[in-house]
C-alpha cells in the first residue's frame, strides 16, 4: 500500500529534524486527499501552514526501529 504525506506547521517555520516545535506528520491513503488537506488547510495565524513532504523525510524524522519493527512517533496523524 502507499501512502502520502503531509506536515503541518504550528510553529513557524522549523524542521523536522528540530527537537524543539516539530511539525505534525499526517499520513494519507490517497494523493487527493493529501492534496485536499494541503490546498484546503485554513491557518489560523501565520505561523501555520501545511506542505507536501517525502517519505524519506516521513521516515528518518518520525519514525524509529523498534524490535525491527518501525514505528511512528505519537505527533503523527494517520488519516483513515
Do not use: C, W
Request: charged share 25%; aromatic share 16%; glycine share 4%.
Amino acid at each position: 500500500m502507499r501512502y502520502y504525506y503531509a506536515l503541518e506547521q504550528t510553529t513557524g517555520n522549523i524542521s523536522p529534524f528540530s527537537g524543539y516545535g516539530k511539525p505534525a506528520l499526517h499520513i494519507f491513503y490517497s494523493k487527493k486527499e493529501r492534496d485536499n488537506f494541503v490546498n484546503n488547510y485554513e491557518p489560523s495565524d501565520i505561523n501555520h501552514s501545511a506542505s507536501v513532504t517525502t517519505s524519506k523525510i516521513a521516515y528518518e524524522a518520525y519514525s524509529k526501529i523498534v524490535d525491527g519493527v518501525r514505528e511512528f512517533e505519537p505527533q503523527v496523524v494517520k488519516h483513515d
